[in-house]
T-cell receptor
């Protein structure tokens, strides 16, 4: 199984809502990533978890809160978002050793109204 | 100046044409990735290179470590190859990828 799954595919939320994005992989990868991608731009790294510990936080606003409950799951909790946070949120995973190849999920398209 | 430069930014081609997309970077890296993204879609990893050349079907990726340059070639292009192609590099001892700005390819029948 070389798949990274993300739910939901689409999400519309108001600025006062609390919602969560979910990412799952069953490849035994030790690193998981959250990216934000605006239209016609490359992905921007938000967070990296390595061995279930937060290893990189790219100065992301606190209204985005990552969580790694176990080695297969990665969540992104959203609260009090702004319309400019509307974007495609991509999850990825990778392993160590000879291959750091990142496997990306299909993304969650988020619209903040 | 972006750490990873791609050219061209936009590319149109007729079906069957040979296509080359270029990527250059400024400092030593542990690996370079070529990624593909269809409109509105997720990202697919095409190649990961640290030296030499790799081939998969009609796609060929090469890297010249001394020149800090990589190319992605598509032979016998097809409309389904229309997508954004992104070059990304990984430096040593980090999980972080540095992305290029992407090349938008359109192949017309």
């Amino acid at each position: 199984d070389t798949e990274v799954t993300q739910t939901p595919k689409h999400l519309v939320m108001g600025m006062t809502n609390k919602k969560s994005l979910k990412c799952e992989q069953h490849m035994g990868h030790r690193a998981m990533y959250w990216y934000k991608q605006k239209a016609k731009k490359p992905p921007e790294l938000m967070f990296v978890y390595s061995y279930e510990k937060l290893s990189i936080n790219e100065s992301v606003p606190s209204r985005f809160s990552p969580e790694c409950p176990n080695s297969s799951l990665l969540n992104l909790h959203l609260h009090a978002l702004q319309p400019e946070d509307s974007a495609l949120y991509l999850c990825a995973s990778s392993d160590e050793g000879s291959s750091y190849e990142q496997y990306f999920g299909p993304g969650t398209r988020l619209t903040v109204t | 100046k972006n750490e990873v430069e791609q050219s061209p930014q936009n590319l149109t081609a007729q079906e069957g044409e040979f296509i080359t997309i270029n990527c250059s970077y400024s400092v030593g890296i542990s690996a370079l990735h070529w990624l593909q993204q269809h409109p509105g879609g997720g990202i697919v990893s095409l190649f990961m290179l640290s030296s030499g050349k790799k081939k998969h079907g009609r796609l060929i990726a090469t890297i010249n470590i001394q020149e800090k340059h990589s190319s992605l070639h598509i032979t016998a292009s097809h409309p389904r190859d229309s997508a954004v192609y992104i070059c990304a590099v990984r430096y040593y001892n980090t999980d972080k990828l540095i992305f290029g700005t992407g090349t938008r390819l359109q192949v017309f029948p």
